[in-house]
């Protein structure tokens, strides 16, 4: 039965009948409920039953291990700067490329997105959403051939978070802001996934994103104790729940890890490597357990992803050094050891390529590092 809310609110609520349930034994319960761990340095894994153990290829990963957890464990937003944008056609806004990731929600009309380097301008429509990569330039606009006006001067002629600007024709309304993350997480997170992310609005998961934003607007709209907290938190779930989005809408097929991870063979090698890391793999092994020759498995993987598959794992080690000399107090050859280095100094040089210092430099710039609020225009 449905009752409407007090006065005061304007949602509905649902009251559900009462039904009995018999009463249930351990017994029964027991083989249909899987215990869920955190794994601090590994995200989130689920413990296998004796017969997966037994019918897991050898070297490969449980079947609970989600390396796209595994990912984003690490990742840290330190602020999210948000924007409501009213614009009448002709319209049309051009920020150019900034340290920061930009995200928007299109509640309303339609617009054309584009973006530095992509060939095509993005059609967008209301409950689209989008994820640009940092450093990238951004315009969008009512049609693809409208002038597009300088972002950063208009945003300063905003009243609080609403900007209207326009020509007084058709609306659109868009929900747009930057995430802020930590130089180095952020920076690694990205190389991990496409320069532009799309969610369309007829996905099954574009309401959760609706939700999750709604309370970002509300957050943004009050100066309640903790609210930056909430907010942060918000922002970091908002770009996991885009990403997945995106991944389980088909839009992983292009290039890269995403891709790869939808690729059953190729998915089992990954999940193998992040389970593992300080495994002594070799292409060999890998291909066992993709169930593929060494050939094959070497080419798809190259063609998938974009890299080598001994590249991939040296930066997934590389990624993981990085959050155990930031967020850990493990010496450096205990560091060394637990990404698959024997030697402390094949260790420092393997580390140097990839993040262009020293694993003592890293911990030190890292944690000189402090929070601080995002600056410039959304988009």
Not at 47 to 60: F, I, K, L, Q
Not at 88 to 104: D, N
Not at 365 to 378: H, M
């Amino acid at each position: 039965m449905r009752t409407r809310c007090p006065a005061s609110t304007s949602c509905w609520t649902t009251r559900l009948p009462t039904v009995p349930f018999a009463p249930v034994t351990r017994i029964m319960w027991e083989p249909l409920f899987r215990e869920v761990q955190y794994v601090p340095s590994g995200g989130l894994s689920v413990p296998e039953t004796p017969d997966e153990v037994s019918n897991r290829p050898d070297g490969a990963a449980p079947s609970g291990v989600d390396p796209f957890s595994d990912v984003f464990t690490a990742m840290r937003v330190r602020s999210a700067l948000y924007c409501r944008m009213e614009a009448t056609a002709p319209w049309g806004v051009r920020f150019p490329g900034s340290p920061h990731a930009k995200f928007g929600l299109v509640t309303r009309g339609s617009c054309w997105l584009e973006v530095t380097g992509q060939p095509k301008a993005i059609p967008l429509r209301g409950g689209d959403c989008y994820v640009v990569a940092a450093g990238l330039g951004v315009t969008v606009r009512d049609a693809p051939r409208t002038r597009a006006q300088d972002g950063e001067a208009l945003i300063r002629t905003k009243t609080g978070d609403l900007l209207r600007f326009g020509g007084g024709g058709a609306a659109t309304q868009v929900i747009t802001g930057l995430f802020e993350f930590d130089a180095w997480s952020g920076q690694s997170v990205f190389e991990l996934l496409p320069s532009v992310l799309c969610v369309r609005g007829d996905e099954a998961q574009a309401s959760a994103l609706g939700a999750t934003l709604n309370l970002l607007a509300l957050e943004t709209a009050t100066s309640a104790i903790g609210s930056p907290v909430v907010i942060n938190r918000l922002a970091e779930i908002l770009f996991v729940q885009m990403v997945r989005a995106h991944y389980t809408s088909g839009g992983a097929g292009e290039l890269g890890w995403l891709a790869a991870l939808g690729n059953a063979p190729l998915g089992a090698a990954l999940r193998a490597m992040h389970h593992a890391p300080a495994q002594p793999w070799s292409v060999e092994a890998l291909a066992r357990i993709a169930g593929m020759s060494r050939s094959a498995f070497a080419l798809h993987f190259k063609a998938k992803v974009g890299e080598t598959p001994l590249e991939y794992l040296t930066r997934w080690r590389m990624y993981k050094a990085g959050c155990l000399l930031r967020d850990g107090d493990l010496g450096l050859a205990e560091v060394a050891d637990a990404v698959g280095y024997e030697s402390a100094g094949a260790f420092n040089r393997a580390f140097q390529r990839v993040h262009a210092r020293t694993p003592g430099e890293f911990r030190r710039f890292i944690r000189q590092q402090t929070p601080s609020s995002a600056t410039g225009a959304p988009a």
